[in-house]
């Protein structure tokens, strides 16, 4: 079943995008659209250029050339502050080496709105355990964050992400390390904290089933540049799943209707 | 958060006072509490001379130790790694040898804060690009880049007392291994300067080192300009040891240890863990050089020895209760 086409306005559009880490090239003229709103998955092998994608939109690494609006201006006319207000970043994994509460590191999504980025104020925490309260995380406030789960981690940096009032979430693998029970928890919550604030979500993930699932469009990345993009059901397709991760697939339907897709072995050339 | 600012500050406060306290009554001649206190009576002028007398030694310790504390907690957040500290990165080596290079070489002596933070900036840029992998510092890689650093330096240092006259290699030796014998008040209002525009500019940039605390990445996508901001912090640090180095010169452990202890009791927030790091540090210094004059007395150990020896079983202690 398709879900139903909506009409898209551009919110971050990529245009002949590159970026580079010393002489290895990480996206290599990437055309890409993220509509308001959407939920768009990125798709491909490890190292072509996904998460970059996320952190050149986030500002942790500087484009080498091309364009990337966001809302229509070039993000480098925007201030990092701003941009910051607009768009959160939940990374893959976070290496907490000090001590830090889970409070703190939520009102910390509050950062870019502070003044000298000092965001404790009453206002602050109101908000940062109203978001909390959303991720049902409340009850972690005061716990150290190296010392939660990885499950619990995740929520903690939605609720970060709810908190910063960004219109723009990136999502870096979140259900890689989960358990299913956690994987699914996470994905509810995701998908309903999205609907609730219409927020724009782009995620990288390897999970085919859940870009199939969840997103309203598919980018697919191949060394750095788009393979293809569209409604999930028209990417992922055994011939495009094979150019861009060398694997062979077959199409199931299963018990409950849905369409999954199954890689079940390594193309040999 | 204002609580624990609060709080963390009264109690190093408190310590700074008494171990100022223990500074202007021990040495050659030891006073007694009460007429350091009262000053009245024949006992009380003396020892008030006394204390005068010791003063600027308690004051340069206080401003060394405050120094050295900032300079350490300030690159522990930068850099996300509480191993981080000035004397193991290598800076002090490098601000010992910008200022031993300036006296052999004939100039002031009021040239050698500039000479020494000279020294720690060019050591600071070394090390960091050494310790550079992938457009990232890599943990690993900077301590032993920090150690190569330790290890040039001294091969320059030692080259240096070589060259230099008897009299002259025995106060630069004295000095390397730290020592606060030389203090003036000249030289305690020299530093004072550099102490408050490196905690100025430390303070201003506080809440970004919250940030950097938890990853550099997550300061950049939060909206601080990554390299400004580790530039001028590394700076500030490089200021605030090259100026400590160049009036007391190498102190080791201070910079690592304060912010250790400091942190177990008030937390990461660098808004609360950097000021009282300073007075902290200040309090240890003054303490410290107190031992070192009372230890042997009358002869007098280098302050930096003291501090190894409290240092390095403290921080053993540390490590064995944080794992």
Known sequence: MAPPAKPVTPFVEARGLTAAYGAT????????????????????ENGSGKSTFLRVVARIVAPASGELLLDGR????????????????LPQATELVFPIRCLDLVLQGRAPWARGFSSDSPGDRDRALAAMRACDVEGLAERDASAISGGEKRRVFLARAIAQEAELWLLDEPTAGLDPRH????????????RERETTVVLVTHEIDLASDLADRVVLLRRGRALAAGAPAEILRPDLLRRAFGVESRIETGPDGKRRIVPYAPTRL | MRGRFAAGLA???GLLALSVLLGLSVGGVRL???????????????????????????LLSALVGGCLALAGAALQALLKNPLADPFLLGTSGGAATGAALAAVAGFSPLVSPAASFAGAVVSSLAVAALARRGGRLDLQRLLLAGLIANAFFSAVLLAVFSVASGQTARTMLFWMMGSLADATLGKALALAPYAAAGLAVLLAFAARLNLFAVGEENAAALGVDVERSKRIVFLAASLLTGAAVSFAG??????????????????????VL???????????????????RAAFA??????????????????????????
């Open chain 2, 11 to 13: 109690a190093a406060a």
């Open chain 2, 250 to 271: 190498i102190i080791g452990f201070v910079g690592l240890l304060v912010p250790h202890a400091v942190r177990s009791a008030v937390g990461n927030d660098q808004r």
């Open chain 1, 183 to 194: 994987r699914l928890e996470f994905l509810e919550l995701l998908t309903r904290v999205h």
């Open chain 2, 298 to 323: 009358p002869a007098e150990l280098p302050v930096g020895a003291v501090t190894a020896a409290i240092g390095a079983p403290l921080f053993a202690w540390l490590l064995l209760r944080n794992p």
């Open chain 1, 74 to 89: 070039p993000l480098a006319a925007l201030g990092r502050r701003e941009t910051a207000r607009r768009t959160a970043y």
């Open chain 1, 25 to 44: 090239r990480a996206l290599d003229g990437l055309d890409a659209i993220i509509g308001r709103g959407e939920i768009v998955a990125l798709l491909g």
């Open chain 2, 32 to 58: 007694s509490l009460p007429d350091l206190l009262s000053g009245s009576g024949a006992a009380g002028e003396t020892a008030r001379l006394v204390a005068s007398l010791r003063a600027p030694r308690v």
């Open chain 2, 274 to 292: 950097l000021p009282v790091s300073a007075v902290a540090g200040a309090a240890l210094l003054v303490a410290a050089d107190a031992v070192s």
